[in-house]
């Protein structure tokens, strides 16, 4: 018997949580704490077949090496030099320092967490429960955005069965020359899932207007605009460090989203048939991950150096400041509950 998933509402909030580390700052500490969380909650939330997204994180992978390699190469600048390049060689002529390797490093790590914060998201929010949840005026956006989603593990398993196939007929690919055996059915595959995707929702009306809606009102539009800007200026405040005008703005912007994108009794109705449940895993999951997001809020309002770390131009240790080390703990707990 299949457990029931967990609300999406959780999820939302756990990413958000893992999410934090990884996009303002590069301190190894509670950097490598947020990768360990979201490795120990995407290994516990195994499934079957994870080829989809397997692929995607070994191209991260790749990416996340190819980027530290290039600061190595690009960034001529600290005091631990460890080998040096002609000065005559263009770009990379140099000096190579243990301080840009370190830097790449770390930002390898960055991007290697938000890849598995995103691949635990994706095998198992439960999408059509988000689309339950989010207002009527934003069902269109939000198929649209699962469709994309869900079309990058569908990509991925799609590559490695053409490739299995094509070297049972004994195919072998020796470089870039010969990918057209792999990209042909990797395009026309594409196109034939795409447009019947277009035929099973044109099929269903989507995206066609049931009534004449009036005019969205000057306030709504005001409201609106507002809170996307607000939004937009909240996240620039959580990337630089200020928590303090992060913790004003995006609550506001919140409401302000809330209150101007809500649907009236002219607009478009979703029948719904199933009402979501928040369980108790949820309460623990979203609770543990509510705890963490305020203590990063609190630490960039309060101590925005504990997420903050430079080994440019002189290798210094890193600061530890163990309350946020502490909250990232918390970030484990979807990987003991299923």
């Not at 190469?73 to 140099?94: K, N, S």
């Not at 800007?229 to 302000?256: D, K, Q, R």
């Not at 029948?271 to 928040?278: A, H, L, M």
Request: proline share 7%; net charge positive.
């Amino acid at each position: 018997m299949t457990a029931r998933a967990i609300d999406p509402r959780a999820w939302l909030v756990w990413l958000a949580a893992v999410s934090v580390p990884a996009l303002v700052g590069r301190n190894p500490f509670p950097l490598l704490a947020a990768f360990l969380a979201a490795f120990g909650v995407w290994a516990g939330w195994q499934h079957e077949d994870r080829r989809g997204w397997g692929g995607v994180l070994r191209l991260g992978i790749i990416l996340a090496a190819a980027g530290a390699l290039f600061n190595v190469l690009t960034a001529h600048v600290g005091d631990l030099v460890f080998a040096r390049l002609p000065d005559d060689w263009p770009i990379i002529g140099g000096v190579l320092t243990v301080n840009a390797l370190t830097y790449g490093l770390l930002s390898g790590l960055a991007i290697l967490t938000l890849l598995l914060a995103g691949a635990t998201i994706g095998e198992n929010l439960d999408w059509t429960g988000l689309l339950r949840l989010l207002p009527d005026r934003f069902a269109a956006v939000a198929v649209a955005t699962s469709v994309a989603w869900a079309l990058i593990p569908q990509t991925t398993r799609a590559i490695t069965e053409i490739r299995e196939a094509q070297a049972a007929r004994g195919y072998r690919p020796r470089g870039p020359r010969d990918a057209g055996p792999l990209l042909l059915p990797l395009l026309s595959g594409s196109l034939e899932r795409s447009l019947t995707l277009a035929e099973a929702l044109e099929s269903r009306a989507f995206g066609a207007p049931l009534r004449e809606e009036p005019p969205a009102s000057g306030w709504r539009t005001a409201g609106l605009a507002a809170g996307i800007g607000l939004a937009t200026f909240g996240a620039y405040a959580v990337a630089l460090g200020n928590g303090m005008i992060a913790a004003i703005a995006l609550p506001v912007a919140s409401l302000l989203l809330w209150f101007s994108t809500r649907t009236t009794g002219d607009g478009p109705r979703r029948t719904r048939y199933r009402q979501p449940i928040w369980d108790r895993r949820a309460t623990l999951i979203a609770g543990a991950s509510m705890i963490c997001l305020m203590v990063e809020t609190a630490t960039l309002s309060t101590a925005p150096w504990a997420f903050v770390w430079e080994p440019y131009p002189t290798m210094t240790l890193p600061a530890v400041y163990l309350p946020l080390l502490a909250s990232c703990g918390l970030l484990l707990v979807p990987a003991f509950i299923r």
